[in-house]
């Protein structure tokens, strides 16, 4: 690796958009490649690539306050939780803020990624888009090192019952709004999953306005966060301690937990089969009057599919027109051949610091978490251990080191979380910046200053 090495990353949502500011910090110079025509990723509603999950009424489920970058904060201006073209004129405001724009090829998907023998990468790029009509067919360039910001929440993930449903289905991914991709209007809906879009979209197109009946089905079910307390956001006061031990403050919070949301078959759903904070909670204020209202039935998993009868765990049927799967996203990476680097079929993808590969020491992902309770300062953390890492100011511990922390960290992390393809990524974000300023980047800085100690000792003699 020379000493300024090129560096290329994949994606210009926030984890390459953070990458590329903290990069240039460090005086790297870094091409960003995105398949779109405009940053956000995810937060580009409607966007070209097709990495969207926005719907249109999407307000985002993590306060302001603990949304922004540390070192860009959102508008005073902004309401506590923005809209989601609030967020991306939040991502447009920053990337002009620290002039990303000119390290972006835009229209360029990245078809492959090949790790060379002796080092480094070689991408394989196509134009796309009106940029197709101006490049002859595909090229390749050369990068010393390689950052992964492609995203998590753009391949959606569908459930598998038996039997076979014959009305309608898509997943929460395609869904727009009651018009969009399909007509939501007078018809017997059932939204699988209980996350924060199976909620938003259940809320929806319960509305008496739309004249449907909608059916919330939830094989786990899930503990309810309030979006406000006291009136202030609820994440306001939520902060984990790093000084006492995680256990201790889940306990507390369990304890809590009834007192300022009630138990979820309070308002009609099914008992949890797991403690609050052993699975990723929903955040919704409406949910519950839904629910509460009878605008919202609740049922338990699907046993079987037959036509358009559904049939549930507890012995209930219902007939349907449309099912909405909200059922989560794979993990993907459709540039690298799947004996490279690949999740597995429970969406886990072992990564030191949910961030390095062990032995590609020329790689790292940025992104790639569940964060709680938020994900923008998350993601700029990592992003900065990116530019120190690029720098040659961190390296990772040998490689045995590295499988042993893994198995450490997601034993702190996801060990008492539901085994579930949705939380083989969770993280609390406040303990890993912590430890990620506190312990990991310290270490990093001396394992890098060792190794070039030692490779100069060697040239000496």
Partial sequence: MTSTPSVAVIGAGISGLTS?????????????????????GNWAFDNPNGSSSAYRSLHIDTSKHQLSF??????????????????????????????LLGSIEFETRVVHAERLADGGWELTLERTGSAADEADGRHTRRFDLLVVGNGHHWDPRFA????????????????I???????????????????????DIAVELSSKVMRNEVVLSTRSSAWIVPKYIAGKPADKY????????????????????????????????????????????????ELPLRLGSGDVTAKGDIARLDGRTVHFADGSSGEFDVMIQATGYNTTFPFFDREFLSADAHNHIPLYKRMFPPGIDDLVLVGFAQSTPTLFPFVEAQARLVAAWAAGLYATPDIEEMRRVIVEDEKKYIGHMLDTPRHQQQVDYFLYEHDMRTAEIPRGLERARTRRATASARVTA
């Fill in 20 to 40: 590329l500011k903290m990069l240039e910090d460090y005086g790297i110079e870094a091409v960003c490649f995105e398949a779109s025509d405009r940053i956000g």
């Fill in 177 to 199: 709004d009651p018009w969009d991709p399909l007509h939501l209007m007078d018809k017997k809906i059932l939204v699988v999953g209980i996350g924060n879009s199976a909620a």
């Fill in 160 to 175: 598998d019952f038996p039997g076979e449903f014959t009305g309608e289905t898509i997943h929460s991914h395609a869904y």
């Fill in 238 to 285: 939520f902060a984990t301690l790093p000084y006492i031990p995680y256990a201790w403050q889940r306990k507390v919070i369990q304890a809590m937990q009834p007192m300022s949301a009630g138990t979820p078959e309070s308002y009609g759903l099914p008992k949890p089969n797991h403690k609050f904070f052993e699975a990723h909670p929903t955040q919704s204020v």
């Fill in 70 to 99: 540390r070192d860009f904060p959102m508008p005073e201006e902004f309401p506590d939780f923005p809209h989601h073209t609030q967020i991306k004129q939040y991502l447009d405001d920053y990337a002009d803020a620290f002039d």
